[in-house]
């Protein structure tokens, strides 16, 4: 358990360590490779792992919560040195990575593996794994036993579904088999065609009551924090002063309980489109297409690779390779 919020979440990135005691221990000088040992990690991050009690009193404190999505090891190393509260290996995996143009064609198998390769890269962050399209809605028979995968094959911490009411009985039976459970409103992809697209929610007063009662049906179903996606900050607003539970942003204003964002789209690496509430922090698409172009000049022009890049033979050994060749 953590024992002082405030420095669970800050000693790891003041001390810019890496990723927890997942990662190997190994050096091998020859390759230039020098990674950390698994003491050397352990002295390093003093965070300690985020956890739902954590995150209510982070509600109650008023403290801001941070969460991104995240789809692999690296994502995984670098939301612990930055010391990210949440981490959602999200659907959206299937458009951000897999280049589909919704999340629907996301599998389970698909979304285990990628919270697989995030849990290998970090320790201490709260991991949701998010239930793909037809895991959970045809019974709650199934929504328990997928949330139950992403906990014991993806070592998830809990997972996160979409919809309000009708959804409420899989929220409580997926919280009876004591899975912590983020639930999802507003803009829901999986329901995009419902919906009539990727547009923002509760913009009329009846649809925001929707918005407002299926929070708390949410709430009362057990969930420990409700995601809200496009909805006008002053709906969110009414949503988080009247839920006790951490009620989390995308998109919906900065009144709520704490901020999500696709990792993609804070660093240019969607190319496909970005959407009105993302906030761009770098363009490391830009750079990698630069680095591209250089990279293939350079091979073409026969500047890479150096001889510090290559590997050598002892004269000896070549003369007698010659001499086993001749
Ligand atoms: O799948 C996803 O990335 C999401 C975002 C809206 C956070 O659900």
């Known amino acids: 358990m953590v024992k002082d919020p405030a420095v669970a979440r800050t000693s790891c990135s003041e001390r810019g360590s890496g990723a927890g005691s997942r990662l190997a221990s190994a050096t091998a000088p020859e390759f230039g490779i020098r990674m950390e040992t698994r003491e050397e990690e352990q002295q390093m991050s003093e965070r300690t792992k985020v956890t739902v009690p954590q ?26 040195r930055a010391a990210i509260d949440i981490l959602l290996v999200g659907d959206s995996m299937a458009m951000t990575v ?167 789209d804070m660093f240019g690496l969607y190319p496909a489109f970005t959407p009105k509430f993302a906030k761009q922090y770098a363009d490391l698409g830009e750079v990698i297409v630069q680095g591209l172009k250089r990279y293939a000049d350079e091979v073409r022009g026969g500047a890479f690779p150096e001889p510090k890049h290559c590997f050598t033979i002892s004269d000896e050994q070549y003369e007698e390779l010659m001499s086993i060749l001749e």
């Open 98 to 264: 897999l280049g589909h143009s919704t999340t629907l064609p996301a599998t389970m198998e698909e979304m285990i593996a990628h919270s697989q390769a995030v849990m290998r890269g970090n320790d201490t962050s709260f991991v949701l794994g998010d239930m793909p399209y037809m895991s959970y809605q045809p019974s709650v028979e199934l929504a328990v036993q997928n949330a139950g995968r992403f906990m014991s094959e993806g070592g998830c911490d809990g997972i996160k579904l979409e919809g309000g009411v009708p959804m409420a009985d899989r929220v409580q039976a997926i919280v009876n088999a004591g899975i912590p459970v983020m639930g999802h409103l507003g803009l829901t992809p999986q329901s995009m065609s419902m919906l009539g697209g990727f547009k923002a929610q509760g913009k009329d007063a009846q649809m925001a009551k929707k918005i407002v009662d299926d929070a708390k049906v949410l709430e009362e179903a057990g969930a420990f924090s409700i995601l809200l996606e496009a909805v006008p900050s002053k709906v969110s607003k009414l949503v988080t002063e009247r839920a006790e539970i951490p009620i989390i942003s995308i998109g919906a204003g900065p009144d709520c309980d704490g901020q999500v964002l696709i990792f993609h």
């Open 55 to 80: 995150l209510w009193e982070m509600k109650k404190s008023g403290q801001k919560i941070s969460m991104i999505t995240a789809y692999d090891y690296p994502t995984g190393v670098w939301a612990e």
